[in-house]
């Protein structure tokens, strides 16, 4: 899990957007955007299709 702490300065920034948030939609929304991003660096790091192997069976006697 991670455990952030939302600055004045960024609380300030999102209280441009919108007067009424409050510091705990700040920070799960911050803490939400880390997962996505997370999730997407993991999901284009595994590679796609089918994986092939180069090992053949050897004939049985």
């Not at 004045?8 to 799960?28: F, M």
């Not at 997370?38 to 284009?44: F, G, Q, S, V």
Request: glycine share 2%; net charge positive; charged share 30%.
């Amino acid at each position: 899990m991670v455990s952030i702490s939302v600055s004045a300065r960024s609380l300030a920034a999102a209280r441009l957007i919108d007067p009424d948030v409050n510091t705990a939609a700040v920070q799960a929304a911050v803490e939400a955007a880390l997962v996505a991003d997370r999730h997407e660096k993991r999901d284009t790091a595994r590679p796609t299709g089918r994986r092939e192997h180069s090992a053949r069976r050897e004939p049985s006697a």
